[in-house]
């Protein structure tokens, strides 16, 4: 049997595959050894804790499978810091069906267990070769495969067969449960087939809203809204920060810099100490072509930035480019074919990227500057730093949530902890990302309940004045249809009014979108009610008001082709559908009697 195994050995690495992704599941809800449990947990689920060690690992594990995902590129900061939620959902959701199963009495035969693996082969084996026949899949070679006793002993397959009894069919079994009488009746299909097949061309005009400007609501009406509109406002607890940017910008000379050192490598390239697609390798800055060697396939002229463009169709064959200057940076472009293809000119292309990004010499500078702002910050406060050193930004964030990205700063790592649990006009420590170096300092700190009237008015006010200004819009609209040369015209209002926007349709569904127009909105709805030919009256809908006036319709009439590829489509996807919309319902009214204690963001919040 083992040496069955051993001749088998091509075979199997996919199962080492899902072995692997299988503990990893498996693993998720265990802490092995109580001798390892850490005091602090992340969180626990119906009573089911869930340890620091063990959410850790899960953490990594994902990590590692993301970075896989990338061909071996890490995860951007703002990526990074959203993984520890996504792995939470995923363990609640996990708890939470092993829950329900154990609840339900769902489980799995073995004869289950064996029909769900081969009616649902991993995605790994179809690119197996020994399951292949002339390059395609070959359900039979996988049958039989699955059929071999010796196939059971491999402890990936074992891993397999227990996620499969565990979780895939008694998933597949409490979907089918939730979906039992939910088919759709005849009149749901018909009316479904009849949306989708109905059709109009129509003349549309609206006012243009943006164009009028409001006045600025008085103090008294922002407080009468506040006090009318109380519930509106409850919030989490959220922070403003101000903040000071030294950004890391790179100098004339880490450029030319930059630029030698392209020189240089272009240099080595020609005397052929390496080839152009090992250096690539090496030291390309392109994360997306640097593995393939800087491989950027098939370029058509006039497709690319023009300075890289004008370098591709002015190289020969094989004739490497000085150091090509970007946005991105330098560039050494290498064209290894040139044709001709329907008149256009095209050529492969690899090429090696240097970004130019500050010195060491220019950080250290910049961290100099760093101190000096800091003394300017302590001495005269933050607001006054940008008079003295006009080189920095300052500003505000905002007000944002825990778990929020910093609005206006992006991700920086500790600031977000920072925010929540220092005080207001405290200073943060000098922090940095890719982009710059920070100062933070708490300008506001709004505690969970409801916003006060201070910090809400500016939303009240854009509120109002929303409202404000499609009231005067609405007004000017009545206005203008009284006096329209040609009512009838509805296309060429606009030729009347500079404040009007109209036009015609394509032939259009009920169900999509039109520009100008929207998406199944009241207006739509009036251009397929409407008899050709009659202009509507006001219509508000899509943030603005219309008149519409139908000019062609296709009406699916009472014969619904019952039997037709179109009809039965509709059918297996509200099916579809329905098993899904009861599924998600069933599971938030089922999360949401769960006791459910979230710590992720006082271990993870940066």
């Known amino acids: 049997m083992i040496q069955s195994l051993r001749n088998n050995a ?58 896989e995902r ?85 402890e990936g397959m074992q891993a397999l067969e227990k996620h499969t009894r565990e979780f895939l069919v008694p998933m597949q079994t409490l979907r089918l449960l939730l979906s039992m009488q939910e088919f759709p009746f005849k009149s749901e299909i018909a009316y479904q087939y009849n949306e989708e097949t109905e059709k109009a061309v129509f003349e549309y005009a609206k006012v243009n809203v943006a164009a009028f400007a409001p006045p600025r609501p008085t103090d008294a009406e922002v407080a009468a809204y506040y006090q009318a509109h109380q519930d509106s406002f409850a919030t989490p607890e959220q922070v403003d920060l101000y903040y000071v940017k030294i950004p890391k910008i790179a100098t004339p000379a880490d450029e030319k810099a930059t630029y030698d050192e392209m020189l240089n490598l272009r240099a080595k390239l020609k005397v052929g100490d390496s080839s152009f697609a090992e250096e690539a390798k090496l030291e390309s800055d392109d994360e997306a072509t640097a593995s393939r060697g800087g491989y950027l396939g098939w370029v058509t002229k006039g497709s690319t930035a023009p300075q890289f463009d004008s370098a591709v169709f002015a190289l020969k064959v094989n004739e490497i480019s000085m150091p090509v200057r970007t946005q991105f940076g330098y560039h050494l472009v290498l064209v290894e074919k040139r044709e001709t293809s329907n008149g256009k000119e095209r050529a492969t292309v690899r090429h090696i990227l240097r970004k130019i990004v500050p010195s060491g010499e220019t950080l250290d500078k910049l961290n100099a500057l760093a101190d000096s702002v800091r003394g ?85 006010v854009a509120t109002l004045s929303d ?50 127009v929207g998406f199944n909105n009241q207006l739509v709805a009036a251009a ?48 579809q559908d329905n098993m899904e919309k009861n599924y998600y319902d069933w599971y938030l009214y089922y999360m949401s009697k769960a006791k459910i204690v979230d710590n992720v963001n006082q271990f993870y919040l940066d």
Do not use: C
């Open 10 to 67: 091509a075979i199997i690495m996919w199962i080492v595959i899902v072995a692997f992704i299988a503990t990893i599941v498996f693993a998720w809800g265990m802490d092995l050894s109580s001798r390892n449990r850490v005091r602090d947990t992340v969180g626990k689920v119906n009573g089911k804790e869930i340890t620091y060690r063990t959410f850790e690992r899960m953490v990594a594990a994902e990590r590692e499978k993301e970075r």
């Open 70 to 154: 990338n061909n071996g590129v890490e995860a951007s900061p703002e990526q990074s810091r959203m993984l520890p939620r996504q792995v939470w959902q995923m363990e609640v959701s996990r708890i939470l069906m092993d829950q329900a199963f154990a609840d339900m009495d769902i489980g799995a035969s073995t004869d289950e267990v064996y029909e769900y693996i081969k009616k649902n082969p991993p995605p790994e084996v179809y690119s197996v070769k020994q399951f292949q026949t002339d390059s395609v899949f070959d359900t039979s070679k996988f049958v039989s495969f699955l059929n071999n006793p010796a196939v059971y002993e491999n």
């Open 376 to 460: 300017i910050i302590v001495s005269d406060g933050i607001l006054n730093v940008a008079k003295k050193v006009p080189s920095v930004r300052v500003d505000s964030t905002g007000l944002f949530k825990r778990g929020d990205q910093m609005p206006k700063v992006g991700y920086v790592s500790g600031a977000a902890g920072f925010a929540f649990a220092h005080v207001e006009n405290e200073l943060s420590d000098l922090l940095e990302n890719e982009d710059g170096y920070f100062f933070f300092q708490v300008k506001t700190k709004v505690k969970k309940g409801i916003l006060p009237l201070e910090v809400a008015k500016e939303r009240i």
């Open 467 to 516: 409202s404000i200004r499609l009231a005067k819009a609405h007004g000017y609209f009545v206005e203008f249809l009284k006096k329209v040369p040609d009512k009838n015209a509805v296309a060429q209002y606009s030729k009347s009014d500079s404040l009007i926007i109209s036009g015609v349709t394509d032939t259009v569904g009920r169900a999509q979108y039109i520009p100008q």
């Open 528 to 575: 397929f009610a409407l008899p050709i030919g009659k202009v509507s009256s006001v219509i508000e809908g899509g943030g603005s008001y219309f008149v519409v006036k139908p000019l062609w319709q296709k009406k699916p009439g009472n014969n619904v082709p019952w039997g037709s590829t179109d009809v039965l489509n509709i059918n297996r996807k509200m099916i």
